[in-house]
């Protein structure tokens, strides 16, 4: 099948979801086609059935704010003329869903049928979607979609709750990769960032304020007094600058080492011993979920998603939002015994495994047949 494929290229988690998916998509025969305003930043190119298309968004005075869903659906409507795309899979309701609906009704006056493919990822939901000024065209577009995924149950109570949705909602958990996860088993790449005697503490997001970065460093502070540690900072954006001076003001500045945006995700994952997800709100967790493959556990907050992907006292813990004593007494728990800490690794892994792409990209495939079932009956 000829898949067209539209997401954010960030590092964001819809972003990583959506390249991985098509990557794999390309790898099992389909021959995939991105379509966004840069190239994802996991993207690989080198593969015969990978095509990335940009979208680009002329400048014209007459516009105080330049209309990316009009060059985005402007650019659908090409693409799948030039290329035969068959189906449409889009990330985020709006403003994807929403360009790929005018995308499939410009293509109709032309007697071709595009079957979409919504996959809603939880801030188009739960902050963008929730905007009075957003809200009804989010709605329209979950609604004009042939097919309606989330990436948890959680998620797809929340559409329905703060929604008019009369949509059949799909619950696709995300996935992992395992052959992009690996648990270091040499110390090299450990000594790089804490010293042998140390373990390494580890959160991963884009610091904006649901993400509680305060907590993780208040979190790590506790458990640095018991327990010899280093905590790695992965990930850029507002509450970074806040976060060094609260570092700074605990005295543990040497202990906490900000990388940003980090390209070795994988490979830092791998040397980790705990992973930190204190989160106001989660829609599925992809950062958890990451650092399970790597056989990392994870304490964490029990909002959203998140029970979904972290089982209690199996792969880690789950504590109430803002609880940094009991994260932390967990922390402890997990980080203080080697053996402790082996069983608990061993474990998050086994959880992980029941998240592995080729499972997950069946589940796609069953419904971009559904959805293409639906929409031309008699092909």
Do not use: W
Not at 58 to 73: D, I, K, M, R
Not at 92 to 108: D, F, R
């Amino acid at each position: 099948m000829k898949i067209g494929i539209v997401c954010y290229p960030t590092f964001g988690g819809s972003g990583v979801v959506a390249t991985e998916l098509g990557m794999s998509l390309a790898a099992r025969g389909h021959e995939i086609h991105f379509i966004t305003y840069s190239q994802p930043v996991r993207l690989e190119l080198l593969h015969k059935n990978i095509h990335f298309h940009e979208v680009f968004v002329p400048e014209y005075p007459l516009f105080h704010y330049q209309p990316y869903e009009l060059a985005l659906s402007s650019k659908l409507v090409d693409m799948v003329k030039m290329h035969g795309i068959e189906l449409l899979h889009v990330h985020y309701a709006i403003p994807h869903a929403y360009a790929g609906y005018m995308a499939k009704k410009m293509l109709e006056e032309e007697g071709i049928k595009l079957p979409m493919v919504t996959t809603l990822h939880g801030t188009d939901i739960t902050l963008v979607g929730n905007h009075p000024f957003y809200k009804p065209a989010v709605a329209f577009s979950i609604n004009k979609s042939d097919i309606v995924t989330s990436v948890s149950e959680s998620l797809k109570q929340d559409t329905y709750t703060h929604f008019d949705i009369k949509q059949e909602i799909y619950v696709v958990p995300n996935f992992i990769d395992f052959s992009r996860h690996e648990i270091a088993t040499h110390a090299k790449g450990r000594l790089r960032m804490a010293d042998e005697n140390e373990r390494i503490v580890t959160h991963i997001s884009n610091f904006r304020k649901v993400k509680r970065i305060p907590d993780v460093i208040k979190v790590f502070y506790r458990i640095q007094k018991k327990v010899p540690s280093k905590l790695i900072m992965v990930g850029e954006g507002p509450e970074k600058e806040n976060a060094e001076q609260l570092c700074e003001d605990l005295g543990i500045a040497e202990k906490v080492l900000f990388v940003g945006n980090s390209n070795e995700v994988d490979k830092i994952l791998g040397y980790s011993d705990l992973f930190i997800l204190p989160s106001e709100t989660e829609s599925f967790g992809l950062a958890a979920l990451e650092a399970m493959a790597s056989g990392t556990p994870v304490i964490s907050s029990n909002t959203g998603g998140i029970p979904e992907v972290n089982e209690q006292g199996f792969s880690g813990f789950l504590s109430d939002v803002g609880d940094c004593d009991e994260m932390a007494s967990n922390g402890i728990h997990i980080l203080e015994n080697d053996e402790t800490l082996s069983r608990f690794k061993e474990q998050a892994l086994e959880q992980a495994g029941k998240f592995a792409i080729e499972k997950i990209v069946t589940i796609y495939e069953n419904l971009y047949q559904k959805a293409f079932d639906k929409v031309c009956p008699q092909s």
